[in-house]
Nanobody, 124 residues
Framework: QVQLVESGGGLVQAGGSLKLSCAAS????????MGWFRQAPGKERESVAA????????FYADSVKGRFTISRDNAKNTVYLQMNSLKPEDTAVYYC?????????????????WGQGTQVTVSS
């Protein structure tokens, strides 16, 4: 029903910026809450940010608050994650996810669909 493809990852120096994109292959993406998660090697996947269906509400993990911004363009079936002031600890594979709820934005169980991930590496 929904397929997600992340892009925009890469290598950046600490303090730099990067913008990730998550494109949905179908036109139903506007019906879903969208979230970004990340997972570093050997660590559990953790929530980063989420945005409601209408873009009226956003939430961020404390570790990225003030540095990252999530947004979406439903007309383009795309969600973005603008990452500024990047730190080495931001290094991870970043995943886009879609789900039907929003109140549990930071919980993996909320999300039904996941992208393949895109690598973000921040050098010090």
């Amino acid at each position: 029903q929904v397929q997600l493809v992340e892009s925009g990852g890469g290598l950046v120096q600490a303090g730099g910026s990067l913008k990730l994109s998550c494109a949905a292959s179908e036109l139903t993406s506007s019906r879903y809450t969208m979230g970004w998660f990340r997972q570093a090697p050997g660590k559990e996947r953790e929530s980063v940010a989420a945005i409601s269906r209408s873009s009226s509400t956003t939430f961020y993990a404390d570790s990225v608050k003030g540095r990252f911004t999530i947004s979406r363009d439903n007309a383009k079936n795309t969600v973005y994650l603008q990452m500024n002031s990047l730190k080495p600890e931001d290094t991870a594979v970043y995943y886009c996810a879609a789900g039907i709820l929003f109140s549990t934005w930071d919980q993996r169980r909320q999300y039904d669909y996941w992208g393949q991930g895109t690598q973000v590496t921040v050098s010090s």
